[in-house]
């Protein structure tokens, strides 16, 4: 019986017309499973009906010697033996044809990898997921920037710019990265005590500065830190700069927002990204607070970086009158893209739901002082609490509240990407190319590059606010604190004076370049304005 089972796919074999290699192979596998099974099967039936027909080691052997000669049978079917004329063109024509080279490559690797060791395996998998972190994760960051004093100050004296970033060799994945980074400095990072101020705006509103000075210096530098979305002064992020800051010396302020960081609402405004009023009384009072020759920085963090860029922009004299340097950090330049990055599905769009329920419980939180009011009016207060995305809480409160027509003319107003040009403060920016809440192709490098104030550092990867680095991310020594206290401690203290010049020289190109703009658009009154401005800036540098 096993005898002309055996025989019976080689006279099969024989007969059969040579169509098509991959159905010879397939129907040998086949073959090969049947003889498999029909072993199997009598070796059953003998043990039950007790009769030694053959030793265990016997029919191994004969099964092998079955097996052989099916293999050798399908090695003469690769390489084409000539039978006849007929069969050696057919098997001519299926070896010329893609199809069975791709089949016949397909069956070689499967063969090669299934007898594969698992070490040896998984030492390839390693070895190649090293080249691809050497190649494609670890990169210098690109610093866009107009050439001038301030891409050479930078240069000369941030080491960490000319370094290569080197993120965690497990974690280089963007969302991996935002996540991780929050969860591990919330895990690590003690609480911070603040000593706070409320201080009382204008329009009644009330707002929480939290100031950290212990240990430091009478005439220390101060630096105003703007948390995110919905961010306050012990958000894990926003306590890894104050820790950082300590350290190097330098007082800090955290300016929570409105309704933010356990302070009541006394006004039905909140805040947006495109109102920088609340900044501008905020950065009044703490200039006139410190020392007169305390110097004063600031840095915004995600939506933080927005208020802070429309204020250096909308307010540039100002500002350059009361801040000495600036940072931003993982800040959405083009709100419209930003918005249109954090909704793609899956895991971004969880982010920005999760960034929605938080707005959600800062409005529930203070949802006696909205229900009286809006009770009669066009803002339906239970619908914006089941908002999903922040787009959505935006279009129906965001922009209502702060007088916008439409959420796109509110993004539009937000936007920080055409108004670069603008800034007069020395502004450093640190984005992540594959930030999931910002698209690469928003970051605004052209007009960096032509810009006398602005410098944007672009990192491979990082993630929003994330940037860790090293085999365990330490929550002492981060990337992102590391550049912000290179950057504020050699700016704010400038202990040679060669900040200071550099930043004479850059305001004397921005107001030069100011006026030809000017000049060239036939606007005269304008441009000698700006030659007056010019030539008292002369006079105060001799």
């Not at 299926?94 to 998984?122: D, K």
């Not at 969880?350 to 329920?357: F, I, N, P």
């Not at 036939?522 to 002369?538: G, I, R, Y």
Request: proline share 4%; net charge positive.
């Amino acid at each position: 019986m096993f005898g002309a089972f055996v025989h019976l796919p080689l006279k099969t074999a024989a007969t059969m017309t040579m169509t098509s290699k991959a159905q010879l192979i397939n129907i040998e596998l086949l073959k090969m499973r049947r003889i498999a099974l029909m072993f199997s099967h009598s070796a059953s039936r003998c043990s039950s009906a007790a009769v030694p027909l053959l030793e265990p080691q016997q029919l191994q052997r004969q099964l092998y010697r079955r097996q052989s000669q099916q293999l050798r049978f399908k090695q003469e079917l690769l390489r084409c033996p000539a039978r006849d004329q007929s069969s050696k063109s057919t098997c001519r024509g299926i070896h010329t044809e893609p199809f069975g080279q791709s089949v016949s490559m397909f069956h070689s690797m499967y063969a090669y990898l299934s007898h594969l060791p698992r070490l040896h395996a998984l030492g390839i998998a390693v070895f190649a997921y090293v080249i691809y972190y050497l190649i494609q994760v670890v990169k210098r960051p690109i610093i866009a920037c107009a050439d001038g004093p301030f891409k050479q100050y930078l240069i000369k004296k941030m080491p960490t710019l000319e370094n290569k970033y080197w993120p965690t060799f497990w974690c280089v994945e963007s969302r991996a990265q935002t996540v991780l980074a929050s969860l591990l400095r919330s895990k690590s990072l003690p609480r911070v005590n603040y000593r706070r101020e409320i201080l009382r705006l204008k329009d009644g509103g009330e707002v929480a500065l939290d100031w950290l000075e212990e240990g430091c210096d009478e005439r220390a530098p101060c630096v105003l830190i703007l948390p995110g979305l919905t961010g306050e002064s012990q958000a894990e992020y926003i306590k890894c700069l104050v820790f950082a800051a300590q350290q190097a010396g330098m007082r800090v302020v955290v300016f929570n927002n409105r309704g933010l960081g356990g302070i009541e609402l006394k006004t039905p405004r909140l805040y947006c990204a495109a109102n920088c009023e609340d900044l501008c009384e905020v950065v009044h009072h703490v200039r006139r607070t410190l020392p007169v020759d305390c110097k004063l920085g600031a840095t915004g963090i995600s939506m933080g970086g927005l208020i802070l860029g429309n204020y250096l922009a909308r307010k540039s004299d100002e500002a350059r009158i009361n801040l000495s340097a600036a940072k931003i950090i993982s800040v959405p330049w083009d709100v419209h893209k930003g918005s249109a990055s954090i909704e793609k599905p899956v895991i971004n769009n969880l982010l920005g739901r999760h960034l929605a329920g938080s707005l959600c419980r800062t409005l529930r939180n203070h949802l006696e002082v909205y229900r009286d009011i809006y009770q009669d009016s066009e803002i339906d207060i239970q619908r914006i609490l089941r908002c999903k995305t922040i787009k959505e809480f935006d279009a129906l409160f965001t922009a209502k509240q702060f007088g916008y027509a439409h959420v796109n003319d509110y993004y539009t107003d937000a936007t920080l990407h055409n108004k670069l040009d603008h800034i007069s403060v020395p502004l450093l920016c640190l984005s992540a190319a594959d930030d999931p809440f910002q698209p690469l192709d928003a970051i605004p490098i052209k007009a960096a590059n032509q810009c006398t104030h602005v410098a944007i550092v672009i990192t491979a990867r990082g993630g929003h606010i994330g940037f860790l680095e090293g085999w365990w991310p330490s929550t002492k020594d981060q990337y992102m604190s590391r550049l912000f206290t290179e950057y504020f401690t050699k700016a704010l203290y400038d202990e040679d004076g060669e900040f200071e010049r550099a930043s004479n020289k850059m305001h004397e190109r921005f107001l030069a370049k100011k006026t030809m703009e000017l000049t060239a658009s036939l606007n005269a009154p304008a441009a000698a304005v700006l030659v007056d401005k010019l030539e008292q800036h002369k006079l105060k540098l001799m």
